[in-house]
C-alpha cells in the first residue's frame, strides 16, 4: 500500500461450504504515512545499572536468532555484558555479547554446555560509536562489527531458558557495561550479511520496523526516543505496529539522568 492514498475495499465471507456472500458494499481506507523517525537519545550506563527484558528464551524461542545494537564507550573494560541471554532458569549465559581488554566477544553456549567466546580485536573504547550483530541459523555463529563479518565459526547453540534476558549486564548489575547503547532489537531468524548493513547502513540507524526483513523482528527497544521510556520502564516499540507481545524493559539502577543526547 501506498501513503497518504484512498484505497476502496470490500470485504466478503465465505460459509463452510466455500459459498461467498453476495456484499458489494465498498469500503474506503485511507492509508497515513509512516511516523518520522528521529534518534535523539540513548542509554547511558555506569556499570552498576542494568534493563530486565523478561525471560530469554520468550525473546529467543528457537537456536535461530539475529542480536543487533548500538554501543559506545571510552573505556577498557573486562567481561563487560553489553547484552545478555541465559540458557536455564538461573543465570547461566546462553548469547551475549561482551567486551574485554582490547576485544569485542559474541559468548554462546554450545549443545554440549561448552561456553565459548569468538573474539575480534577492535579498539572499541576509542569514544565513538559503534555497531555490533551475531547471527546464529542453526548452523553458524556469524559476528559482525560495523557492518564488516569478522568471525564466522560452524557450530550447535544450546539454546534458551527462562532466566531473563539483560541489556547493560550479565544479570543483575554484575558484570555491568560502562558506557551507551541504542537502538537495541532481537530477531527471531538469522537475516543475512546485506540485511545485517542495511541495519549499519554506513553509520546511520534507522527504524528497523521498516528494514525489508521486518516481518522477523522480534523487539526493537529505542533506549530513551519513545515516550513511554522512563527509569521505570523502557517500551518494546515493536508492539506499537505489529501487535506483537510486548517484551517490555524494567530498568535496574537507571535515573532519568542515564537518558542522553547521544546517539550514532
Known amino acids: 500500500l501506498t501513503a497518504n492514498t484512498e484505497y476502496q475495499v470490500i470485504v466478503r465471507m465465505m460459509d463452510k461450504q466455500g459459498r461467498l456472500d453476495q456484499n458489494n458494499v465498498k469500503l474506503l481506507i485511507n492509508t497515513t504515512s509512516w511516523p518520522v523517525y528521529s534518534n535523539g537519545k540513548s542509554i547511558l550506563f555506569n556499570g552498576s545499572q542494568s ?42 549465559s546462553a548469547v551475549n555479547f561482551n567486551v574485554n581488554g582490547t576485544n569485542i566477544a559474541l559468548g554462546y553456549r554450545d549443545s554440549a554446555n561448552v561456553y565459548k567466546k569468538l573474539e575480534v580485536s577492535f579498539p572499541y573504547f576509542d569514544g565513538k560509536w559503534h555497531h555490533m550483530a551475531a547471527t546464529h541459523n542453526g548452523r553458524w555463529h556469524n559476528v559482525y562489527i560495523d557492518g564488516v563479518k569478522e568471525v564466522s565459526v560452524e557450530d550447535s547453540f544450546i539454546g534458551l531458558g527462562s532466566h531473563p534476558a539483560t541489556i547493560g549486564a550479565y544479570t543483575g548489575i554484575q558484570q555491568g557495561f ?28 534507522f527504524d528497523v520496523r521498516q528494514h525489508k526483513r521486518h516481518g522477523v523482528l522480534r523487539a526493537y527497544y529505542r533506549m530513551g526516543d519513545h515516550i513511554s521510556d522512563s527509569d521505570t520502564y523502557i517500551k518494546d516499540v515493536f508492539d506499537i505496529e505489529f501487535r506483537s507481545p510486548d517484551f517490555y ?3 535496574l539502577g537507571l535515573t532519568t539522568s542515564s537518558f ?3 546517539t550514532p
Open 260 to 262: 542522553v543526547l547521544d
Open 178 to 205: 560502562i558506557g551507551n547503547i541504542d537502538e537495541v532489537s532481537v530477531w527471531r531468524s538469522a537475516i543475512g550479511l546485506k540485511d545485517i548493513q542495511n541495519i549499519w547502513n554506513s553509520g546511520s540507524p
Open 51 to 92: 534493563i530486565s527484558l523478561g525471560a530469554s528464551n520468550k525473546l529467543i524461542n528457537n537456536k535461530r536468532y539475529t542480536i543487533s545494537l548500538w554501543f559506545k564507550t571510552s573505556t577498557n573494560q573486562n567481561d563487560a555484558r553489553i547484552i545478555n541471554f541465559h540458557s536455564r532458569s538461573s543465570a547461566q
Open 249 to 251: 524493559g524494567i530498568p
